[in-house]
């Protein structure tokens, strides 16, 4: 298996490159080289509140979706490019349209959700001109190894930071009353798969578990798994402008076309995801 990144750094058992995703001449040479049978087309700047740079922004989600799709079109259109699309293209969304489905319209309420409905149309276009593409639309999802600016790698690396303190005092939040449907990262990589074995070109799919859960139920959750006494605080700046209060998908289009049933529960991914941060936070200090 091959792992394109822009350090090219990649995990075991992979061979890994460094690339930028909207280099064509270079995705077209390396395609050439390994002719792969599907192509899991990951990468993308996910930004989903702030936006310093709208143009790298549609430089990479857009024009990189659009190398990938004329790389595999120079070389061969039968391999199959399965996206890693989002949920935020659904945008706006009202609680009596829960859960969503595929059909639902799409109202993105930020440019990174556009960026996505943009690429897209691109690999629908790339479908209807005779090439492969299925799209996932990845609705939220953590689990072990998961990093950066997001509400449950935070929330984790402030209870490990916190255990190695000592064991007490207070997590910092945004808002906990909004629910949202998450997948184990575990998850959603077998759903990938199931789809590249036997999704329906051109078709869009939702990888989701179909239920919803509070973000203050998941933070009660990881408080659990590392055990320890933290007070809950709400920190103003970490309070978005745009949330929406009810966020859920249906999955019954992925499930129907490819048998694909999640497989870790809830709790399950929780107590990886302190392990993980337990470790990191340990070995940095």
């Known amino acids: 298996m091959h792992a394109l990144t822009r350090s090219g ?45 709208i143009e ?35 945008g706006r969304t009202t609680p009596d349209e829960q859960p969503i489905g595929e059909a639902q319209p799409l109202r993105p309420l930020t440019p990174y959700g556009e960026t996505k409905v943009a690429a897209e149309n691109v690999l629908l276009a790339h479908a ?20 950066g ?3 449950l790698s935070d929330w984790a690396e402030q209870l490990a930071r916190i255990e190695l303190a000592g064991g007490s005092g207070e997590i910092a ?10 997948l184990d990262v575990r998850d959603v990589v077998s759903a990938y798969r199931a789809l590249a ?7 869009i799919y939702n990888v989701c578990s179909g239920s919803g859960v509070t973000m203050r139920l998941l933070l009660e959750g990881l ?27 249906d999955r019954t289009a992925l499930s129907d076309a490819t048998g694909w049933q999640p497989h870790y529960s809830l709790e399950q991914t929780l107590t990886d995801l302190a392990e993980f941060w337990r470790r990191r936070v340990r070995e940095a200090n």
């Open 9 to 53: 750094a990649t995990p075991p058992g992979t061979e890994g490159h460094a690339f930028d995703v909207a280099d064509r001449e270079a995705l077209t040479a390396l395609i050439e080289q390994v002719r792969p049978s599907s192509v899991f087309h990951l990468a993308a700047i996910v930004d989903t509140v702030t936006t310093p740079s």
């Open 56 to 90: 790298e922004l549609e430089r990479v989600n857009v024009g990189g979706t659009q190398a990938v799709a004329d790389a595999v079109s120079a070389i061969d259109p039968a391999i199959r490019i399965v996206f890693a699309s989002s949920a935020f293209v659904y």
């Open 128 to 147: 209807a001109s005779g090439g492969d593409a299925v799209i996932a639309r990845a609705f939220q999802h953590t689990g072990p190894g998961h990093v």
């Open 149 to 151: 600016a997001y509400a």
């Open 173 to 182: 939040t945004g808002t906990l009353d909004v629910e949202r449907d998450y």
């Open 197 to 203: 074995r036997a999704g329906e070109s051109g078709s």
């Open 223 to 249: 408080i659990d798994a590392f055990g320890i006494d933290v007070a809950i605080v709400t920190d103003e700046a970490r309070l978005r402008a745009v949330d929406q209060p009810v966020v859920v998908g």
